[in-house]
Structure formats: C-alpha cells, structure tokens
C-alpha cells in the first residue's frame, strides 16, 4: 500500500532563511506524483509544487523547490528566504497508485511551520 | 470567479441530527471529493465521485452519505450514525480522476457538535 510519512510534527525558521521540510514515500509504482500543499490557519489548502517521478530535473516555483531523490523515495520541500506568511501546515501527497482509477490524493500527517521574525 | 465554494464555513450539530454540507463547482471538473480533517491530523478520503449520477466510498465513509445529482454539486450529509463528526471538512474537486494533477481545494467546513 502506498504512504506518506512526514517525521517532522513541528518545525522552527528564522526569517529570511531556508528551511527542509522532509517526505519520504512508498509505492510499487513506476510512474507517479508527488505534490506538496500549504494549509494557513484559515485552513484552505493552496497547492505549492508538483514533480512527476519521470521529470528529470527537481521541480521550482518561485521560493518553493523540491528535494527529489528517487532511489531514497523522498521529496523535501525547499523553501528559500522564509517569510512571516509562510508560518502554516504543509503537507506532501501522492496520488493513489496507478492500478487505481479514483484519483485521490493520499497526504501525510504533515509539517506545521512556524518562522520567527 | 471560477472555483470551489463551500458552505456554510461553521456548522454545529446536535446530537441525532444529520446535517449537510455543501460543496458546489463551476471548474467544470469531473472528478469531486470529501475530505476529513481531525487537529494536526492529515486528510483522510470520505467518498468521491468521478462522474455524475455515481459515486464510491473512501477509506472512512462510514456514518457519511453523498450525492451527485449535477456536475457542479456533491453535497455531504453527516448522519446521526456518525459519533464523532466533530472535524474541518475539504471538498476538493480535478478535472478527470486519472490525470496526475493536483486537486483544487474549496476553503472548508469547521463542523462541531453542541
């Protein structure tokens, strides 16, 4: 069965520095995606980065980069120059394997970040 | 605007009552989805509905019943038979469930019990 695990409960960045929030993952299958979402505590989810398990380089969004490396089976957010506002939950996700067709997400216990001015 | 809107953002329910929530679309997306929430907990699947008219049980659908009787709409009724309701509830909805793409998210419903 596939699963998302995030080790980190909670996390701490000062301002203006980078921070690695870490994923690892399971799966069997050859082909899949991994997603990552923030979650303020207004509590809608906003979708950050996406890498697909073929894409050759690591997925960038602006200050968002993920850490993909596939022989570990893990996919570490990256956020660069933290901000105030980026003090939320984020969690990482897979789709459901591909042997399913029900397209559901499959998310981990998630991060909760907080930055320090 | 395009998007997800769910509603009503708090919602409280007294014990033996069902209660519903509300999740419409104007994405024009195939594919919608009920999504549990507990404190500092990640999203667990109630159900999911990849088509009109039909609709499949999650990993924790129990106590939960749906419908989909138009594209744009997948209300969620919360039954007495669910003992502890008590939780934040996503509606996410994704233009065909076999894509790899993200789900587009709605801004949730807080549902308590008095």
């Known amino acids: 069965a596939q699963k998302i695990t995030q080790t980190q409960p909670g996390m701490f960045v000062q301002e203006k520095e980078a921070v690695t929030l870490d994923c690892t993952y399971d799966t069997s299958d050859q082909s899949y995606g991994l997603f990552w979402y923030k979650q303020p505590s207004s509590g809608e989810m906003i979708f950050l980065i996406y890498q697909g398990s073929y894409d050759e380089q690591n997925a960038t969004e602006g200050r968002y980069s993920l850490n993909f490396q596939k022989a570990r089976k893990s996919a570490n957010l990256v956020i660069s120059a933290s901000q105030l506002g980026d003090s939320a939950m984020y969690f990482c996700?897979?789709?459901?394997?591909?042997?399913?067709?029900?397209?559901?997400?499959?998310f981990g216990q998630g991060t909760t970040l907080q930055v320090k001015p | 605007d395009g998007g997800i809107t769910q509603s009503p953002k708090y919602l409280f329910r007294k014990e033996g009552q069902n209660v519903t929530l509300s999740c419409e679309q104007n994405l024009n997306h195939d594919a919608m989805y009920w999504y549990r929430q507990d404190p500092g907990q990640g999203l667990r699947l109630i159900y999911y509905?990849?088509?009109?008219?039909?609709?499949q049980k999650g990993d924790i659908a129990e106590g939960y019943s749906v419908s989909r009787e138009k594209k744009e709409s997948f209300p969620l009724t919360v039954t007495s038979a669910q003992k502890n309701p008590t939780a934040f509830y996503l509606c996410?909805?994704?233009?065909?469930?076999?894509?790899?793409?993200?789900?587009?998210f709605g801004s949730g419903t807080q549902l308590s019990v008095l």
């Open positions: 996700a897979m789709r459901e394997g591909s042997g399913s067709n029900t397209g559901k997400l499959i």
């Open positions: 509905s990849q088509i009109v008219n039909d609709f």
């Open positions: 996410a909805t994704k233009s065909q469930p076999r894509r790899n793409e993200k789900l587009f």
